[in-house]
């Protein structure tokens, strides 16, 4: 853009990364509308080839962040006392997706209309909990809830908790070693009205997590405040876990995301293309709905990358155009994705026998590889995690710790999780 332009709009932009999301704060409202309105697709692109994927922006109004003082006269108590002030609870700013943009279809309706009602207080239950594959949503629809109960509360101070469990683990960690249970018990236990957290399959093993948590989700529901979980695993496939935590995890509602068929496959697409303001030619929509079919995540970041592609290289979104994205994110036309396929491709990319990945073996290459397959097949195959331990010797509880600690690191988008990512992109691209 002309040099002016980017010193007067782009220049007094304050940024922050925040694992895939990209926080672009202007002077005030109307600079961030105008921003918005005109320069979003250019930010996209800049962003998505600087940063080497595609991020989510979000570009707000410079000011205060929105979250609830929840801790506001314990943490004041604690300055006084020279103490470590504890995180305040996370608040509505977070919540960056709507019901009203969760696609439903048979695979998921049930979790839709559960989650709903559960925000709209229409179930007489206090927990939820949310389980599907990655890339299926589940997150779309905590953050929804979170949304919807900020919305429909009376309260004007609703108080949402929303974090991972390691989050909560590392919370725990911090108030033990600065002697600050009581200011976490708090937290977690009286200053809170909701609880949000996910990846709860993190705590397995893990005794001392698991009785606190515990503990905390006693607490919250005695007093009839709510608790949403989420997990890659249902609890009954959850191992090293206290059966008094499985138990409660299973008290409330329980609903499962499925992968999607091809027609609500078409309607996400249908609906992603809206929203960036560009219409998909029907042929490619039903080419990417059939190429990219078992991860929605990764069919929303497959058409945003066709779309930038486009407007960047000055080309029309057709099909030809369409078969040279989708390359970058599936396998040869032809080639099932089964465990074999998996094993072969994983092995290639890391130059290992693959007999070494199928052995005793603990070397650090062969760990990280053998994960990795560990965790393509759960989202690419219906293997049960019995059924891919088997085939490694391995206990169902290695290849569920295997797959928890690829998520998470790509989550977290460490120098690992990065080095994560492009391994399984090389492994779906085509072989030389």
Known sequence: MPEPVFKVWMQPLEAELEKDKLWLRARNDFMAGWIREKFLAKIQEASAEVLGFIPTIKIEAKKQKKFQPVLAELNQNSAQAHLPILPEVRSSCVFRYYFEDFVVGPSNELAFLASKSFSQNQVSTDQLFLCSAPGLGKTHLVHSVGTELLKVSNKSRLKIAYLTAEEFASQLVSALRSKQMELFKAKFRQNIDVLLIEDIHFFQNKQKLQDEFLCTIKSLTEQGKKVVFSSTFLPKELEGLDA????RLCQGFLAVINRPDQETLLRIIEHKSKKMQISIPKDVGEYLACSVNKDIRQLESCLLNLILKAR????????????????QFKPNKGQEIDLDFIIKRVAQVFTLPEEALVS?????????ARSIIFYLARKHTDLSLGDIGQRFNRKHSTVLKGIAKIERECSRNT??????????KAVFASPS
């Open 244 to 247: 008094q935590l499985v138990s």
């Open 312 to 327: 960047l290289l000055k080309r029309n979104v057709d099909l030809s155009f369409a078969q040279e994205v989708v390359r």
């Open 360 to 368: 005793k073996s603990r070397k650090k290459d062969y760990v990280l």
């Open 415 to 424: 120098p690992l999780g990065r080095q994560i990512k492009q391994s399984i």
